[in-house]
């Protein structure tokens, strides 16, 4: 589904997804498109065949022998990492469920040909897609997924299945269950997705370019397909979510808060901060607060209650601005000296890095303020 869907954005791409795909060394298999109508819409629909069956003839595929099939073909080196990688999220996934290490873990149905022409044919569209349309960020909303049983090698087991539950987690991605007695969320399209979205929740403010549907093989309630949507941001500096997580503290010792700051930023705060505030009757507290991405939203309060006395906290996404910025050096008359350069309206401002500001100073024997001035 991903596949097809990705290239009914750009049919355009489907000579090139093929003469790449012929470089992995894999015989025997034919990409077959077609449309199909699932509840009234109209998708791209992909078939991979084999001409023998490629899963008695390499029924032990490991990661091991996926990524040096990966490794040796012809394949953009982007692409060749996201395929990687993908198969890694599934690897570690696995591993976990069945009390093994990812080395030990042997792929069955997804060491077949055709998921491996599935995943790395997504991985390779995704890279090409990026370059084409300079794509800046992918985001996905909550990956629904239906309840009951689903049949595998190891015979019937729960929908979610396992390896589905444990990718969405480790990547730290939102997910539904919807009210549809059938696996909608695979492992493969989960680990495809958990490598490919920077972002899970509502979409993202934009004005859309282009739409594309996947087809599913089966036919549900619900319209069995798998969106793409295309679209970019207003001109200007883009616009993201984030997560804000607040407390107010009034019985919390300085060190223990100082503590909490850095652990919140080991995991995965973008920016931690108090502000001085008055209490009920009238007690000086602090406001704890933690900006950081929505998938880091719940780690970060669990820091929080751990570490701190907050037995409540206040959560919300609002939306903030980000000028593109970027590291650079700068030759000063006290050496070379790290920087952030910033970027907006066609104007460039530099602005030193404290620390190696620092550095240099000490280095060089002068005021701090001599450091910043030289950069002027």
Not at 171 to 189: F, I, M, S, Y
Request: glycine share 8%; hydrophobic share 40%; with cysteine.
């Amino acid at each position: 589904m991903t596949l097809a869907a990705l290239l009914d954005l750009y049919p355009q791409n489907f000579d090139y997804l093929i003469s790449r795909l012929e470089t992995l060394g894999l015989e025997g298999w034919e990409i077959r498109q077609s449309r199909r109508v699932k509840n009234g819409i109209e998708a791209n629909y992909i078939k991979v065949e084999l001409s023998h069956t490629d899963t008695c003839d390499h029924p032990h595929r490991c990661y091991a022998d996926i990524a040096h099939m990966i490794e040796r073909s012809d394949i953009p080196e982007a692409a060749k990492e996201l395929s990687k990688n993908i198969f890694r999220r599934m690897a570690a996934a696995e591993a976990k469920i069945h009390g093994v290490t990812p080395e030990e873990v042997h792929f069955h149905e997804v060491g077949a040909a055709d998921s491996i022409i599935d995943i790395v044919g997504a991985a390779i569209l995704a890279d090409r897609l990026c370059g084409q349309y300079k794509i800046e960020k992918i985001c996905c909303s909550p990956v629904g997924d239906g309840y009951g049983f689903a049949a595998c090698g190891h015979g019937k087991i729960p929908v979610p299945v396992p390896a589905t539950v444990e990718i969405l987690k480790n990547a730290g991605l939102k997910t539904r269950q919807l009210d549809v007695p059938h696996e909608l969320a695979t492992p493969t399209g989960a680990a495809i997705i958990a490598q490919l979205a920077q972002d899970s929740g509502l979409m993202p403010e934009m004005a859309i370019e282009k739409t594309a549907y996947g087809a599913g093989t089966r036919d549900l309630d619900i319209p069995n397909v798998l969106r793409v949507v295309l679209g970019g941001t207003d001109e200007g500096a883009p616009r993201e979510s984030i997560a804000v997580i607040e407390t107010n503290i009034d019985d919390c010792s300085p060190e223990i808060l100082a503590y909490t700051m850095e652990r919140l930023f080991c995991e995965g705060a973008s920016d931690v901060f108090f502000t001085p505030v008055y209490m009920k009757k009238n007690r000086p507290a602090v406001k704890l607060t933690a900006l950081a991405k929505s998938a880091a939203a719940e780690k970060l309060a669990g820091v929080i209650f751990s570490e701190t006395t907050a037995i409540g906290l206040r959560m919300r996404e609002e939306k903030r601005i980000c000028l593109d910025r970027g590291p650079a050096f700068v030759k000063t008359a006290y050496g070379d000296l790290q920087v952030k350069k910033i970027e907006f309206g066609g104007e460039e401002k530099l602005v030193p890095e404290y620390e190696h500001a620092k550095k240099l100073a000490g280095e060089a024997g002068v005021p701090l303020y001599k450091i910043y001035e030289s950069v002027k």
